[in-house]
């Protein structure tokens, strides 16, 4: 006898919580990343340890495999402008054109994954496997340099929409909250959640941050930027009906739309399936 596993649920909400469609998906489906020009989804696809990088097309509804090496890829990051992909594969950071098409380039070595590119493209963050933030050129020499390297951890950098500041999760209070620091670091930094946070954005225009809390709900904050940094206090739009795999969900770039993996909830039948039932009808 064996048990079905059902489909990772991408579903889309809009900012007040209300389901807008689901797009069921067979196996485990996570680490979304929305392209520039809103038409496609990268995932990482497969189970922990073993995996691959599938885009999704969200008006054609179709999927296709982007990478095929034996090895985990994970962390998909689009480019600016929608035509190349960075994603980690082991140890190392990878570009390929997002049409799946012509050969991959190993761009660093001994990195834990990509998190953000620079809306002029000239940088791509990633973390290090000591946990913290490098800046890497992506012309000239390309030699990476440290944007934040305190002894906590810090993760899921994120550049501003003018590409002066960096939104990142850091667990120096024990837990893990959000904060922003400008870019070029120049000392100042300030903290955006107040009860933990993980994953984050900056909406298009620049005016608000979107992250996720970690009792479930989709929080919002009203900054203002310019020479010096202001934020607002956190405001909740709605809470996930169910638990978010792989933590990460995406935001349309406006922040109206959010497409979130969720996984089956837990009140809802399973489908078994009976293997050789002929031979229990015999007995």
Known sequence: MATVTPATELTWFDRSGKKLGVRQMSGSVSELYLAPDQNRVAVRRGDSGSGDIWLLDLLRGTESRFTFDAADETLPVFSPDGNQIAFLRGNDLYVKAATGTGAEEMVQKGAAGP??????????????NTWDI?????????KPFVVLGEK?????????????????????????????QAFPPSGGKWQISV??????????DGKEI????????IMAVDVKVGTTF????????????????????????????????LAPQTDRPKLTVVLNWTADIKK
């Open 115 to 128: 998190t953000d590119w620079s809306p002029d493209g000239k940088f791509l963050l990633y973390r290090n």
């Open 195 to 204: 009860d933990g946070g993980g994953h984050s954005y900056w909406r298009r």
């Open 230 to 261: 202001e934020a607002g206090v956190p405001r909740e739009l709605f809470r996930v009906p169910s638990t978010i795999v792989g933590n990460r969900f995406v935001v349309t770039p406006d922040g109206q739309r959010f497409l979130i993996p």
């Open 134 to 142: 490098w800046a890497l050129p992506m012309t000239g020499e390309r």
């Open 152 to 180: 906590f951890n810090e993760n899921r950098a994120k550049f501003s929409p003018d590409g002066h500041w960096i939104l990142y999760s850091s667990n120096e209070t024990g837990r893990e909250e959000i904060y922003v």
């Open 210 to 217: 979107i992250f996720g809390a970690p009792d479930g709900r």
